[in-house]
């Protein structure tokens, strides 16, 4: 009887699982139109802005926003950050930034220094500089980098909206997009830490006001040009856009206009003025405005189509090597099972291949001390049999095996960011999230994902990680990596109490980390509905407030009916239904970029079960 009654439960939960997917799918249509983001050869982000028309300034605003009138902007690259004072320094200019900090926005910086910047920068990248340095006139066919005329300026900030904001018309919401009056302090931040607009650009409603190519005139718009305009032949005033850490918010809409005559590069300009570099026409795909005729409809179709979603598979033989003792549950057989399924299934010649890539000491040291690392290729090469407990049994070639794990991981981030692939697997061992900066545990040598997540940062510049973490065990050194670090907000769901005995509600993060620490523990007995009741209830909210760059899976189907070590009900389907919220987590923050990392499951069928409704939906 009671067999029966699960039975049920589980078809309804099936029911319910399907019924849940549909509005997911639909959902991600809004990602289709999240432009692309390129890094430029100086380590720059840019996102490429689609062409398209717009209605350029606001029937409600200040007189200098009227008359409201159409405008075709074409395709062109704009920086996802306003410049920061770092930036500024690599090329010998003076820093004349009030509020000293390399990650901050530089500011008091007069245009001539802006437009010198941008020449700067394009020589450095072997472009052609914009700007005649005597005249100041600018060159719109050369292709280097310049400042963006007010039309571009106002047309990026609004991403196809035609509110007040980029986000609507609500100014309540303002304070998590902008750094202004009302929330800065009176100071800069450091660019980024706000919400991006629709577009993925940050601080175009705050921080500091930016500087635009064009000359300043309240009148303009009632002669403005339908294509491309450029401002007025001269005037005394340069325009200023976008508001700043010391602006009221009606200072803040897409459409607010202000002006500065700060030419003299003799005097700073104010400390709430910086600016952003555009580059042009070469890079526009549609120099040809298509006929004006409808609104925001015009835009969707000028955005890049969404790609087919490509899946990333990372393996390798060497997995194979790390030997644990006789009878182990973590033993090379759970590869063995995932790769035989995903062959039988007919998936495996879907994915695209990708081999781990040498790892430097770097990236181990980001995360593990240096005396760690060395005792770790030392025991296992000594034949030690275990390192620092009977808990992780090694053989010589699991060091190998471990770095190659590692490699696996930055492999698969590397073919992400350069969209290679749009999400990736990684069918590694040994698993990571146990494994401590100085210290083995539980089957872990190396902790992967924390290695992964640093590599994210430093070689691709991404700020926000989101970790998921559904391992049926809490994933404790991976909350310890990152337990202080707001830029990593870890989430964990797993049985309690339970190995390896952390992971409970109260463990939220420290110091500036509090609140990036989310451990849901769940009891033994949990099935596939709290799961996802989790992750609607209290994943999906807290992911979309922190608004991740980039999203990491501790993929452990240790949760499993079957499995040999946990005591949960979770099924395939159910591991489908958790991958469907994390991709749609993604691609509504970060375009799908995804890379999912295996960690427990230790029931060969159960996992393989698993794994392929995992990737299953991965290649959706
Ligand atoms: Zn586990």
Redesign the pocket.
């Given at each position: 009887m009671a067999q029966w009654s699960e039975k049920l439960m589980i078809k309804a939960v099936c029911l319910l699982l399907v019924l849940a997917i549909v509005p997911g799918c639909r959902r991600t249509k809004d990602t289709a139109s999240m432009p692309e983001v390129i890094k430029t050869k100086t380590g720059i982000e840019m996102v490429k802005i689609p062409g398209g028309w717009f209605d350029m300034g606001s029937k409600n605003g200040s007189p200098d926003e009227t008359p409201v009138h159409r405008v075709w902007i074409s395709s062109f690259w704009m920086d996802r950050f306003e410049v920061i004072q770092e930036q500024f320094k690599k090329y010998q200019l003076p820093d004349p930034s009030h509020f000293k900090n390399p990650k901050h926005p530089l500011e008091q910086i007069n245009w001539t220094d802006a437009a010198l910047y941008c020449n700067d920068r394009s020589r450095a990248e072997g472009l052609e500089p914009c700007y005649d340095e005597e005249t100041w006139q600018c060159s719109f066919q050369a292709n280097g980098y310049r400042l963006p005329t007010e039309a571009e300026w106002e047309y990026a900030c609004r991403a196809g909206t035609g509110t007040k904001f980029s986000f609507g018309n609500n100014v309540r919401k303002l304070k998590t997009y902008a750094w202004f009056l009302e929330n800065s302090s009176g100071k800069t931040h450091p660019v980024g830490q706000k919400k991006p607009n629709p577009w993925g650009l940050y601080d175009m409603h705050g921080n500091v006001s930016e500087w635009c190519n064009d000359f300043y005139s309240e009148n303009y718009y009632k002669d403005s040009k339908e294509k491309n305009p450029k401002g007025p032949a001269e005037a005394q005033e340069r325009v200023l856009r976008g508001g700043a850490w010391n602006s009221s918010a009606g200072s803040c809409r897409s459409s607010y206009r202000t002006s500065d005559p700060s030419i003299d590069d003799t005097c700073l300009a104010s400390d709430a003025i910086g600016f952003r570099c555009v580059r042009g026409t070469p890079l526009g795909d549609n120099p040809n405005a298509p006929p004006n005729t409808s609104t925001g409809e015009d835009m969707t179709k000028e955005n890049p189509s969404k790609k087919a979603s490509k899946t990333g598979f990372v393996y390798d033989d060497i997995y194979l090597e790390h030997k644990t003792t006789e009878g182990h549950p973590e033993a090379p057989q759970r590869l063995v099972a995932i790769v035989d399924r995903l062959k039988t299934k007919g998936l495996y010649s879907q994915l695209f291949k990708l081999s781990p890539k040498p790892v430097s000491s770097e990236w181990l040291t980001a995360v593990h001390t240096p005396e760690y690392v060395e005792r770790a290729k030392e025991s296992c090469e000594e034949g030690a049999g275990y390192l620092d407990s009977m808990d992780v049994p090694i053989s010589p070639k699991s060091y190998k095996a471990a770095l190659a794990a590692v490699g696996g991981v930055l492999c698969a981030i590397d073919a992400v960011m350069e969209k290679k692939v749009t999400n990736a697997f990684c069918a590694i061992r040994p698993?990571g999230?146990?494994a401590l900066k100085d210290m083995a545990k539980?089957f872990c040598i190396f902790n992967n994902l924390a290695i992964g997540t640093r590599y994210v940062q430093k070689k691709h510049g991404l700020l926000k990680i989101l970790i998921v973490d559904w391992?049926?065990?809490h994933g404790n050194g991976t909350q310890a990596a990152f337990y202080n670090d707001p830029s990593v907000l870890y989430f964990s769901v797993h049985q309690y109490p339970f190995?390896p005995g952390t992971g409970s509600e109260i463990e939220k993060g420290g110091g500036q980390g509090l609140n990036y620490n989310i451990n849901v523990p769940l009891p033994a007995g949990s099935g596939d509905a709290d799961y996802v009741r989790v992750f609607k209830e209290k994943l999906e909210p807290a992911a979309r407030d922190f608004s991740p760059d980039f999203v990491l899976i501790s993929a452990?189907f240790?949760a499993h009916k079957d499995d040999l070590?946990?005591s949960m009900k979770v099924t395939a389907q159910g591991f489908a239904e958790l991958t469907q919220i994390v991709k749609v987590i993604a691609e509504k923050c970060c375009e799908g970029h995804l890379v999912s990392i295996l960690?427990?499951?230790y029931h060969p069928d159960g996992l393989a079960d698993s794994v392929e409704a995992h990737i299953q939906v991965l290649m959706r």
């Open positions: 698993p999230h146990h539980g391992d049926v065990h190995y452990g240790d070590l946990g960690e427990g499951g």
